[in-house]
């Protein structure tokens, strides 16, 4: 178990994502006590079973009391997540340059080389961490995994995050952004993407553009998205103790939630975008896995999506915890989740 268990640490490595993990090779009996013992699919890849039977994050039963201990936890891991990125943009061949735009920090993440289509297309990405975790640079590991399989120009927003700014800035910063970003390309040429709660602001950024009267962004793919940060589904339920990254709602996640939403109703659609209104959305493309915590959360929004009329489509991968295709650049279903991702874009962005 200690080699499965150290196989799926070097996955977090070499992406940068939730590196939080190398902090612990061992995982505590009361952490793995959390877990329920479900048998290592043999219908995925070497690399996904190596993640699906290793350990659970060790932290997360984690519930930072104070602003002062939300923010050392932020901290830890944001250093880790940092460590090995300089890797990762090397084994991408991209760039990452940081900059801002409306004064929002950004970052642009540049593949060596854009093939023509996209030459005048762009990404906007935001990225996970319960609206608390992976500020500046740690948040980039999932736009330099797009831009380097992908073949797109990414901006990825660095955008606040609570304790210090809780809900709506994460929005006001999205949305500042969006509405910059068109004085350069049409909406037809822009996509959104993101994971966890980077994929919740990438549906709540779609229902604040549009009650602002701004034009849709082309495409969105939201992973894995936190669109109901109230414990509202079957899959907080069936699956806690089977996820192995988020592991269960009654941890750091249910404080995050209530953390960011600041005595806000965490049904509300800003927060949730799966209770806001859908009709219009741009096509719309979704990803999860069987053993996801957010299960519930990407499914309920696909069959919102698709009641309303909305172009969505729906992966579901086998035997995978929460967004666990971002967590190994050499696993086939890392490659097949990016690739899908910028198959959607392509057909779909002018």
Known sequence: MFQTIKEFLMGFLKTGLFALFFLCLSVPLEVRAAMREIPVPDTVSREMQAMI???????????????????????KFADAGKSDLPKLRELMRVTVEPGSVAGVPVFTV????????NAGRVLLHFHGGGYVLNPGEAGTGEAILMAGMGGFRVLSVDYRM?????????????????????????????????????????????LRARAEGLPLPAALAPGTPWTDLSKTGDSYFANAGVDNILVSYDGWLGEAAKLYAAGRDLKDPLLSPVYGDVSGFPPTLLTTGTRDLFLSNTVRMHLKLRQAGVDASLIVFEGMSHAQYCMNPDAPETRFHFGEVAKFFSKHLQ
Do not use: C, H
């Open 162 to 206: 609570a304790p210090d700014f809780p809900y709506p800035s994460a929005i006001d910063d999205a949305i500042a952004v969006y509405r910059e970003l068109l004085k350069t390309f049409p909406a037809g040429k822009i996509g959104v993407f993101g994971t966890s709660a980077g994929g919740g602001v990438t549906l709540a950024l779609a």
């Open 53 to 75: 039977g290793a350990g659970p994050f060790p932290f997360w039963s984690l519930r930072p009391k104070n602003t002062e201990e939300w923010k050392a936890f932020v901290r």
């Open 110 to 117: 540049a593949p060596q080389s854009i093939p023509g289509g």
